[in-house]
């Protein structure tokens, strides 16, 4: 089955740098569009940015873009998230998800989204 593996996640300054990684298994990873989502306690799952199945097309939550990057390496079949500039409203559980469906550029709807790994926590001090 698909499995997601997030890392990286810890403490960090306002301003700082993080850059989490998602390891995927149980299939063809380079066939599959991968995006990162964060949540807050209480709330709805939030976009944050998504990569196409190429690696070749990223788009972002207004917010983070400019200050994070997402790629992926397809022989590690891991994707990352490069997160610079970090602000406490950063401050949240960090999500990969994976969708069913091969060979598309993902989109910014949890709910399109099929496998999800269980979160690395990332927190801002001001």
């Known amino acids: 089955q698909v499995q997601l593996v997030e890392s990286g996640g810890g403490l960090v300054q306002a301003g700082g740098s993080l850059k989490l990684s998602c390891v995927a298994s149980g299939r063809t990873f380079s066939h599959y569009a991968m995006a990162w989502f964060r949540q807050l306690p209480g709330k709805e799952r939030d976009f944050v940015g998504a990569?196409?199945?190429?690696?070749?097309?990223?788009f972002y939550k207004d917010s983070v873009r400019g200050r994070f990057t997402i790629s992926r390496d397809d022989a590690k079949n891991t994707v990352y998230l490069q997160m610079d500039s970090l602000k406490p409203e950063d401050t949240a559980v960090y999500f990969c998800?994976?969708?069913?469906?091969?060979?598309?550029?993902?989109?910014?709807?949890?709910?399109?989204?099929?496998?999800w790994g269980l979160g690395t926590q990332v927190t801002v001090s001001s």
């Open positions: 998800a994976s969708q069913s469906r091969e060979f598309t550029y993902g989109t910014s709807w949890a709910e399109d989204y099929d496998y």
């Open positions: 990569i196409n199945w190429t690696g070749g097309t990223t």
